[in-house]
T-cell receptor, first 115, second 114 residues
């Protein structure tokens, strides 16, 4: 069974801190994604990657960056955390280039609070 | 660009009653449509997907959805609700052109009353 592991379940950071959210998948998936989930807004795509060292902006990339140095790991970076980045962050992965044929596998999420 | 709209952020049904969760999509090219479910304190998992084969798609846990191009809809149904169906449900869309990522709707929280 595919496992997507997010390093922290809960995280509390201060405004202005640099924050790293880590995600690791164990099934050699090419595609990895970062979404944020907010009540009433559903999931919004921040960044995604379809290969090592490749990244693509999603719908709300402002204030975020990503890193994918190894195939199994996809990191989300908040360069200077702000209170409006308080949210649930979900990492996902999928196999291959045909996303419509390959389901997303999600981690359990990291609930980030910025104070 | 594609998008989905889920009508009703909260739906409440009695145990044994029909479940109907609504999803309408917008896409300029043929879409691929998905329903995901999120149980409390968990990540999302795939319920079912439409990839242009059959218009009526059966998923896990007795759920099914019908793709209706004329109505641009992909509503999720289950004939008889069970208490364990209480969760949040997300409709999502993508296409085989453009970016390889799903666009999700805002979600519908399903409550099942005993």
């Amino acid at each position: 069974d595919v496992k997507v592991t997010q390093s922290s379940r809960y995280l509390v950071k201060r405004t202005g801190e640099k924050v790293f959210l880590e995600c690791v998948q164990d099934m050699d998936h090419e595609n990895m994604f970062w979404y944020r989930q907010d009540p009433g807004l559903g999931l919004r795509l921040i960044y995604f990657s379809y290969d090592v060292k490749m990244k693509e902006k999603g719908d709300i990339p402002e204030g975020y960056s990503v890193s994918r140095e190894k195939k199994e790991r996809f990191s989300l970076i908040l360069e200077s955390a702000s209170t409006n980045q308080t949210s649930m962050y979900l990492c996902a992965s999928s196999l291959g280039t045909g996303i419509y044929n390959s389901p997303l596998h999600f981690g359990n999420g990291t609930r980030l609070t910025v104070t | 660009a594609q998008s989905v709209t889920q009508l009703g952020s909260h739906v409440s049904v009695s145990e044994g009653a029909l479940v109907l969760l609504r999803c309408n999509y917008s896409s300029s090219v043929p879409p691929y449509l998905f329903w995901y479910v999120q149980y409390p304190n968990q990540g999302l998992q795939l319920l079912l997907k439409y990839t242009s084969a059959a218009t009526l798609v059966k998923g896990i846990n007795g759920f099914e959805a019908e793709f209706k191009k004329s109505e641009t809809s992909f509503h999720l149904t289950k004939p008889s609700a069970h208490m364990s169906d209480a969760a949040e449900y997300f409709c999502a869309v993508t296409t085989d052109t453009g970016r390889r990522a799903l666009t999700f709707g805002s979600g519908t929280r399903l409550q099942v009353q005993p």
